[in-house]
C-alpha cells in the first residue's frame, strides 16, 4: 500500500524541480540565495564545522552527547537522513518539526524566486535559517561532500573544524587522489581556527596528514594532529593522550574498534576550545550515550526484524566505500572469533557510483551467504540510480562464487531464514536502503 505524501513531501519534492543536477559542487547560487535572505550563516551560535569520508557523524554524535552532557543546548545539521528528512537538523536538541520546517523552506523557496539551486544547496539555507532563529551554545555541522565547494563551507570563521578519516569516495566530483581528495576537505579549514585531525587508515596515512599539513600551512589553521598533539588508544576503555595528558574513559557506546577513533577525535575538538566548559564527567558520560544509527546497529524493531524467526540476529551498517568496509571487517572478524558458530549472512544494496568489490571484499571471506537485493526508497536527494540486485551480483562474483539475487530486502531474508537454521544478517553497503528494514 502506498501511503500518501505529506505536507512536507509535496514542499521537498517541489524543491528537486529547481535544478537537474543531483550534485554540483558550486557556492555561488548558495551565497547569492544567502545574502537575500540576510546571510543567516552569520547568526548562529559558534560553530564546530566537521568533514571527512567516514565518521563525521559519529563524531557529531559524540561531540553532541557531551556537550549536551555538560548541560548545553545543540543545533546539529547532518546528512543523509535515514527516515525523516528532518533528521537533517537538530534545534537546540530537538528535531525540526513538520510545521516549523515547511514554513522556512517554504520562505526560502519564495526568496529563491524559481532560480536554479540545488537540493541540497536550499535545504542547507533553510536550515542556516533555522539555526538563526532558534537559540543554543553551539552549531555542530556536518559537510555534505569535500569541504571546500560544500554548501555548507559558507561560514567564515567557526569555532574549530575537525576532519575525521579520509578516504576515496565521491572520485568523480573530488578527485581521483588521495590529496585532491583531501585538498577538498581541508577547504573548511580557517586562518587561526583550531582543526583536529582525525585517525587515518594506515595505507592512507602519510599522503592525508602531509597534505593536510601542506594545506593548513598554506591557511593559516591551527592543527592538531592525531599521532602527534593526541592519540587514542583501545585497552578495555578509551585511553586519550591530549598535549602530554593522559585521560581515561568508558568504551564509545558505538560498536567497532573505528568508534575509538571517533569518539577521540570529538573529545579533542572540545579539548581544544573554550566556548564550551566541558567536565570530565560530562566526557565519560557522552561516551556512553551518544547514539547514531545505522552504524554497525543492531535492529530490534520494524516490520523486517519483526518476522525474523528465533535464532537469528539483524544488523546495519551503511559501509559504501573501501575504507568504511575495512573497519567494518574488524567488527566481523571479531564476531568470527568469539563466536564462530554463528554464521554471517551478508546482505547488499548499493548505488551505481560505487565499485562494489573495492567497498565489501574485506567482509566477504567471513560471509557464509552473499545476496543482493534492490532497493526503492532512498531520501530525496539520493545520488544517482542503484545496482538492480542481478547486476550487484554479477559485479561481486569476482570475489565471491555464488551470489544470490533478490528483488528485494525482505525477499533475501525470508528466503535465507528458510533454508538456514540462524545467523547473523548483516545488511550493508548504502544508508539510503534503511528505510526498507523499518
Avoid at 15 to 42: A, F, H, V
Avoid at 219 to 240: E, H, K
Avoid at 271 to 290: F, M, W
Avoid at 323 to 336: M, T
Wanted: aromatic share 8%; net charge negative.
Amino acid at each position: 500500500m502506498t501511503m500518501a505524501e505529506t505536507p512536507l513531501d509535496q514542499m521537498l519534492k517541489s524543491l528537486q524541480n529547481l535544478y537537474p543536477e543531483k550534485i554540483d559542487l558550486s557556492l555561488d547560487r548558495l551565497l547569492r540565495l544567502l545574502d537575500t535572505l540576510g546571510n543567516p550563516q552569520d547568526k548562529t551560535p559558534p560553530v564546530i564545522h566537521v568533514a571527512g569520508t567516514n565518521g563525521k557523524g559519529s563524531t557529531i554524535a559524540y561531540l553532541r552527547a557531551i556537550a549536551e552532557a555538560a548541560g548545553y543546548n545543540c543545533h546539529v545539521y547532518t546528512s543523509p537522513h535515514l527516515l525523516t528528512f528532518n533528521e537533517r537538523i537538530r534545534l537546540a536538541g530537538e528535531l525540526i518539526s513538520d510545521e516549523f520546517l515547511i514554513e522556512i523552506l517554504q520562505e526560502v523557496k519564495d526568496v529563491n524566486c524559481g532560480a536554479p539551486i540545488s537540493f541540497f544547496e536550499i535545504t542547507t539555507a533553510a536550515a542556516f535559517l533555522a539555526f538563526s532563529r532558534v537559540p543554543a551554545d553551539i552549531l555542530l555541522l556536518e559537510v555534505g561532500m569535500g569541504g571546500a565547494r560544500d554548501a555548507t563551507n559558507v561560514v567564515r570563521q567557526p569555532l574549530l573544524t575537525v576532519i575525521t578519516t579520509i578516504s576515496y569516495d565521491h572520485c568523480d566530483w573530488l578527485g581521483q587522489t588521495l590529496t585532491e581528495i583531501a585538498t577538498q576537505k581541508a577547504g573548511i579549514m580557517r586562518a587561526g581556527v583550531p582543526c583536529v585531525i582525525g585517525q587515518q587508515m594506515d595505507w592512507a596515512r602519510t599522503e592525508v596528514v602531509a597534505t593536510l599539513q601542506e594545506c593548513g600551512a598554506r591557511t593559516g589553521a591551527s592543527l592538531l594532529l592525531c599521532g602527534r598533539d593526541w592519540a587514542t588508544a583501545a585497552a578495555g576503555t578509551l585511553q586519550l593522550d591530549y598535549h602530554g595528558q593522559r585521560f581515561e574513559y568508558p568504551s564509545p557506546n558505538l560498536l567497532g574498534p573505528h568508534q575509538f577513533w571517533n569518539a577521540g577525535s570529538a573529545i579533542a575538538a572540545l579539548k581544544s576550545q573554550s566556548h564550551l566548559t566541558i567536565p570530565e564527567a560530562a566526557i565519560r558520560a557522552g561516551v556512553q550515550q551518544a547514539a547514531w544509527p545505522g552504524r554497525l546497529e543492531r535492529i530490534t524493531q520494524g516490520r523486517v526484524v519483526a518476522d525474523l524467526p528465533a535464532g537469528w540476529e539483524l544488523w546495519y551498517d551503511g559501509a559504501h566505500n573501501d575504507s568504511c568496509g575495512e573497519v567494518l571487517a574488524w567488527q566481523v572478524a571479531e564476531w568470527a572469533r568469539v563466536e564462530p558458530e554463528k554464521p554471517l549472512h551478508v546482505v547488499t544494496a548499493m548505488l551505481r557510483s560505487k565499485i562494489p568489490s573495492v567497498c565489501l571484499r574485506p567482509i566477504l571471506p567471513y560471509a557464509c551467504t552473499v545476496s543482493a537485493f534492490s532497493f526503492v526508497n532512498g531520501p530525496y536527494d539520493q545520488t544517482g540510480p542503484v545496482f538492480s540486485a542481478d547486476d550487484l551480483a554479477a559485479a561481486l562474483k569476482t570475489n565471491y562464487a555464488d551470489v544470490m539475487a533478490y528483488p528485494s530486502l525482505r525477499a533475501a531474508v525470508e528466503a535465507l531464514t528458510g533454508q538456514f537454521p540462524g545467523g547473523r544478517l548483516l545488511v550493508t553497503g548504502t544508508l539510503y536502503a534503511y528505510k526498507e528494514l523499518m
